[in-house]
């Protein structure tokens, strides 16, 4: 499994700018997927999931209504669209993955729920 992050620049405040995470080694409709944040000097923290089939989404009450996850096909691509984005947006975003979506509910933003991860892509909110 590998999975490859991109779309990480900067960007102002008030601005949107979309990640992109591609998948390889998965099935496409049965691994879920996960967007993380680790800010300057801080841990990692969920933002959005969604399943393999993209019938369940959840998003942290931090970027609810203001980011959105959403996959195309058949690219095994999974995208993070950050909007209206502030200085506290920056920091590296992660994708991760894992079988299934046992426990999605409960569990999809917590960073060991998942088993595999990218390499990150680096967003700088600035003006």
């Known amino acids: 499994v590998q999975l490859v992050e991109s779309g990480g620049g900067s960007v102002q405040p008030g601005g949107s700018i979309q990640l992109a995470c591609v998948a390889s080694?998965?099935?496409?409709?049965?691994?879920?997927i996960g967007w993380f944040h680790q800010a300057p000097g801080k841990g990692r923290e969920g933002v959005a999931a969604?399943?393999?089939?993209?019938?369940?989404?959840k998003y942290a009450d931090s970027v609810l209504g203001r980011h959105m996850i959403f996959k195309s096909h058949p690219k095994k691509t999974v995208w993070l669209r950050l909007n209206q984005v502030t200085p506290a947006d920056t920091g590296i975003y992660f994708c991760?993955?894992?079988?299934?979506?046992?426990?999605?509910?409960?569990?999809?933003?917590?960073?060991?729920?998942?088993?595999?991860w990218g390499q990150g892509t680096q967003v700088t909110v600035s003006s």
């Open positions: 991760a993955t894992r079988e299934g979506a046992r426990g999605f509910g409960s569990e999809a933003l917590k960073a060991n729920w998942y088993q595999h």
């Open positions: 080694g998965v099935s496409e409709n049965y691994h879920s």
């Open positions: 969604l399943t393999g089939s993209g019938t369940e989404v």
